[in-house]
């Protein structure tokens, strides 16, 4: 079992708040955390608790005015986080692949 300080997981190859450079956005007194859309797997930035999503991470990135996220602010898909976050983490991998990995701590 892996914990991170706020989003915890068993799966090692997860990136969570942990993995996550926190300084790299400013956006309140929330912890930033890459989600994955299950759906389309684009990722964004979630800040927790508060439900702020950033996008746009690879060029400017920018908070969308939503109070609250409750779809997937690329494809619009329904998301639900009754569960918690951990099954939205993207892997290492992923987020190499989409070109964030300054966005990682290590
Ligand atoms: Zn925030
Ligand atoms: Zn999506």
């Given amino acids: 079992m892996r914990f991170g300080n706020h989003v915890i997981t068993a799966d090692a190859n997860a990136v969570t708040d942990v993995d996550l450079d926190q300084t790299a956005i400013t956006c309140c007194d929330g912890v930033v955390v890459l989600l994955c859309c299950p759906a389309c ?4 930035l979630h800040c927790d608790p508060h439900g702020h999503s950033w996008v746009d991470l690879t060029t400017t990135p ?3 005015d939503r109070p609250r996220v409750d779809k997937c602010p690329s494809c619009g898909k329904g998301l639900h986080f009754d569960a918690g976050l951990a099954t939205f983490l993207p892997s290492r991998s992923e987020v190499f692949a ?3 990995a300054r966005y990682l701590v290590t």
């Fill in 41 to 44: 797997r684009a990722l964004w």
């Fill in 62 to 64: 920018r908070k969308l």
């Fill in 98 to 100: 989409a070109d964030l």
